[in-house]
């Protein structure tokens, strides 16, 4: 089975930059996944990470360490659209394709 | 086509009623999933289909059943769902080693 922890809720400003870090621990890995969400809306694909390091994408940046069971998404130069719930999710190498999410972090962009 | 597509969008069935979600995509993938999601929580994985067999089920009480015709279409037929069973219910796809795709859900209530 899989543990995966994120804080609940984060707030920053407009341009300020905002770390969301995650935690897991699985029998199995076989990769994390960071996902957007707004609220009522389809999980929107941020980012994969299967090897240790800093894999970047424009605004966002996302890090792993699989000796730690530690990731975190990095959000730099905030919109107010980045206002948004970001899930980890991670895959289990023992069950192929089974994504498993953490319960995710409300980030809040103030102006 | 680079979308997972969902229809209705939204539903709204007595506990008595038949009805069946259906979900399309176009992209070659041969991983398809069913995920729901309740306010405020992460996706909940249901179902995995891999090459049009069924290879997880979550335990998902029998009035929730899959059926996966090709390896474009996902249907998951409801019969006899509690008000409890209300929530969006979002189909996924993926190839075996790339992002999942997430389809924008049906907003499913039971009444």
């Known amino acids: 089975g899989q543990n995966i922890d994120q804080p609940t809720e984060m707030t920053a400003t407009e341009g300020a930059i905002v770390q969301i870090n995650c935690t897991y621990q699985?029998?199995?890995?076989?990769?994390l996944f960071w996902y957007q969400q707004h609220a009522g809306e389809a999980p929107t694909f941020l980012s994969y990470?299967?090897?240790?390091g800093l894999e970047e994408k424009g605004r966002f940046s996302s890090f792993l360490s699989r000796s730690k069971g530690y990731s975190y998404l990095l959000l730099k130069e905030l919109q107010m659209k980045d206002s948004a719930s970001y899930l980890c999710a991670v895959r289990d190498r023992d069950s192929w394709g089974k994504l498993q999410f953490g319960a995710g972090t409300q980030v809040v962009v103030t102006p | 086509d680079t979308e997972v597509t969902q229809t209705p969008k939204h539903l709204v069935m007595g506990m008595t009623n038949k009805k069946s979600l259906k979900c399309e995509q176009h992209m070659g993938h041969r991983a398809m999933y069913w995920y729901k999601q309740k306010a405020k929580k992460p996706p909940e994985l249901m179902f995995v289909y891999s090459y049009e067999k069924l290879s997880i089920n979550e335990s998902v009480p029998s009035r929730f059943s899959p059926e996966c015709p090709n390896s474009s279409l996902l249907n998951l037929h409801l019969h006899a769902l509690q008000p409890e069973d209300s929530a969006l219910y979002l189909c996924?796809?993926?190839?075996?080693?790339?992002?999942?795709?997430f389809g924008s859900g049906t907003r499913l209530t039971v009444v």
């Open positions: 996924a796809s993926s190839r075996s080693t790339e992002e999942y795709t």
């Open positions: 699985t029998s199995g890995f076989n990769g």
């Open positions: 990470n299967v090897l240790d």
